[in-house]
């Protein structure tokens, strides 16, 4: 079996990159471990940056998120129990869009079939081969039979536990890492968002996000201890808290309650191997990078990575032209980097990273700046709305 690009991985990067190589004219088969089921029901990201509607909406596979995502052009930043609004849109002409990633996955998975395409669910024991050659392999198991498929590319999209980036030989790849001391307890809950626009929350407990998935359901986030225990928090102790770091000064405002349906506890860390390609080998989204989720860039880059990496292989495929595969790692590079910055900034500036009051009251100096300067709030908007 040869395919021109073999894909690892039916995250939102691999399934994106085959769909934009198939309007390209360019063959690829689809390897992913878990079921469809699976993938279209896991929660993650939630905010499409404007680059990144544009994109979906170019290839043709935005009708249901133009129709029912939701267009915001603020945020919320709220620190001392006081309210800021960002005008995002007004200091830059662009939105975000609040759509679920489950939901992108979904809409690509959906496209994909009915364009024909060949995704294998519950693929095993994937082995990726020949990276320095011309014909590179991928081997896995497929029910109870063992297959090869050949390829002329492999696309390493298989996010950050996958088994592309550690298949590359040891020192032909440097990497770039911090932990951070917390995690993000999310919680998606069958209630009516009491609010229009996110808010992003630092409070002495801890930072806070609100955010929503539609009409009736709101997705919020608690900063949590790294290795916190989800059974230490019962539904009461999320909606106590949530209060305590949504107040407003003199108000008796707080979150909308209604039954948690979904709650689980994310790790946060910074995360970029470099170069993002070996020999016959590409890399995209979380397989090379891992942002903390404060400036909601993780699926965004992904998206951007899989963007320029199907256009050179457009370059090379269809016009005999090697020069943007080459400098497929470079172009990446330079967005990643930027939402790195921005990310571990957005964390910084609003996650408690221990009990210092000092840092505390740089934090607030910090967030005081954004609001007041609008050269700042400019800045946070150009890189949030992407
Ligand atoms: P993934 O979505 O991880 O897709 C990789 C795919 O490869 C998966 O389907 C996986 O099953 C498959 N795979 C793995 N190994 C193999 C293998 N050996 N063989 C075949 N297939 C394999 N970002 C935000 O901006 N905001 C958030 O709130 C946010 N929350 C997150 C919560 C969690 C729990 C996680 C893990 C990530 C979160 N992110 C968030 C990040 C964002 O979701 C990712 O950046 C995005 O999913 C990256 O897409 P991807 O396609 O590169 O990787
Ligand atoms: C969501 C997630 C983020 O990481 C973020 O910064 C904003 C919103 C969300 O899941 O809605």
């Known amino acids: 079996m040869h395919t021109h690009v073999g894909i690892v991985g039916a995250g939102p990067a691999g ?16 390897l992913e471990a878990r079921t469809r089921d699976h993938i279209e029901h896991r929660v993650r990201a939630g905010v499409l940056e404007q680059g990144t509607v544009d994109i979906l909406r170019e290839a043709g596979v935005s009708a249901r998120m133009d129709a029912e995502g939701k267009r915001h052009e603020g945020i919320e930043l709220r620190f001392d129990g006081e309210p800021h609004r960002i005008p995002m849109t007004e200091l830059t002409g662009r939105a975000i869009t609040v759509y679920g990633q ?19 669910f519950e693929v095993a024991d994937v082995r990726i081969d020949g990276l320095t050659g011309d014909r590179p392999t ?3 198991r497929h029910g109870a039979t063992e297959q090869e498929l050949s390829c002329d590319v492999i696309a390493g999209c298989d996010g950050f536990h996958g088994v592309c980036r550690p298949s590359v030989p040891a020192g032909e790849l440097t990497v770039y890492e911090r932990e951070y001391p917390f995690g993000w307890l999310g919680i998606l809950a069958e209630a009516k968002p009491a609010i229009d626009e996110l808010i992003y929350c630092l409070h002495d407990e801890g930072f806070a996000l609100y955010s929503m998935r539609s009409d009736h359901v709101s997705r919020l986030y608690l900063q949590v201890s790294a290795d916190e225990d989800i059974a230490a928090w019962p539904d009461e102790r999320i909606w106590s808290e949530l209060a305590t770091r949504f107040r407003l000064a003199g108000s008796d405002w707080r ?14 860390r910074s995360f970029v191997t470099e170069p993002m390609q070996y020999g016959r080998l590409l890399l995209a989204g979380d397989a090379v990078h891992i942002v903390p989720p404060t400036g909601a860039k993780g699926l965004n880059l992904a998206v951007n990575d899989v963007w320029i990496m199907a256009r050179a292989l457009d370059a090379w495929f269809n016009h005999g032209d090697d020069e943007p595969l080459h400098h497929y790692s470079r172009d990446a590079l ?8 921005f990310s571990w900034w957005m964390t910084s500036m609003l996650h408690r990273f221990g009990d210092d009051p000092y840092e505390l009251r ?5 967030l005081n700046n954004v609001v007041e300067s609008t050269a700042y709030a400019t800045a946070l908007s150009e890189n949030y709305v992407g």
Not at 15 to 30: F, N, R, T
Not at 102 to 120: F, N, P, S, T
């Open 15 to 30: 399934l994106l990159l085959s769909h934009l190589l198939h309007l390209h004219g360019i063959s690829s088969v689809v």
């Open 138 to 140: 991928i081997r896995f």
């Open 334 to 341: 330079r967005r990643v980097w930027r939402a790195q910055h």
């Open 362 to 366: 740089l934090q607030i100096a910090q």
């Open 255 to 268: 979150p909308n309650e209604g039954p948690i349906f979904d709650k689980g506890i994310t790790g946060m």
């Open 102 to 120: 489950q939901e992108v996955v979904k809409d690509l998975v959906a496209r994909r079939l009915d364009d024909g395409a060949d995704i294998r």
